[in-house]
């Protein structure tokens, strides 16, 4: 069973979906991820999927959709999937329900200002990768609470380049949740996470299975 969760940057998806993992059993399956994954096996296709990332192309939708079902054939997809990053666009959306039944849609939701705040305020570590957020600040202003590396803005985190990663969002995904219809459920996710997860919660509350 496949739950889409979508939404513009910042709007929290990562942390909906670690919660939901943890609580449900589900399966966060993050397109991104399992490309990267891929790659770092060393495969003949890893090295495929390295090439065409190195060129700046996009995945094409067949092979990103056959790394998807070899995801979902693993132990841990079967109680359910909350599936992060695919489609972003309705070309893709088409691909993907061509293969694959869609039973929901997470849509978390919140305003434009809200999101360049929130991003705008991440913190990145250069060394072990952790991001810092405002709900979730470093215990020591501008170091990290695992390494003690100096944690900075990147480029791409920086208010103008936020506000046109968004235009991107709105233009290109938006558009999907016409094609789902009545299986979107709004969330809005400018709340606190209590509050987001107990709306979260009541939507998968139906979808919710045990091993």
């Not at 670690?18 to 990267?36: C, N, P, Y």
């Not at 096996?41 to 390295?50: I, V, Y």
């Not at 192309?57 to 990053?85: F, H, I, N, S």
């Amino acid at each position: 069973m496949i739950v889409l969760i979508a939404g513009p940057q910042g709007s929290g998806k990562g942390t909906v979906a670690a919660i939901v993992k943890q609580e449900f059993g589900w399966a966060h399956v993050s397109t991104g991820d399992l490309i990267r994954d891929e790659i770092k096996t060393g495969s003949e296709f890893g090295k495929k999927l390295a090439a065409i990332i190195n060129e700046g192309k996009l995945v094409d939708d067949d092979t990103m959709l056959g790394l998807l079902q070899k995801r979902l054939d693993q132990p841990d997809a079967k109680k359910g999937v909350l599936l992060d990053g695919y489609p972003r666009n309705v070309e893709q959306a088409a691909a993907l329900n061509k293969r694959f039944k869609v039973e929901c849609v997470l849509k978390l939701d919140a305003p434009e200002d809200v999101l360049i705040k929130r991003i705008s305020g991440r913190l990145n570590c250069p060394k072990c990768g952790k991001i810092y957020g405002i709900d979730f600040p470093p215990k020591k202003p501008g170091v990290c609470d695992v390494d003690g590396g100096q944690l900075f803005v990147r480029d791409d985190d920086k208010p103008e380049a936020v506000k046109k990663r968004l235009d991107t969002y709105y233009e290109k995904t938006e558009p999907i949740f016409k094609i789902y219809a009545d299986k979107v459920k709004t969330i809005d996710s400018s709340q606190k996470i209590d509050l987001i997860m107990a709306d979260v919660k009541a939507v998968l509350k139906g979808f919710r299975k045990t091993a």
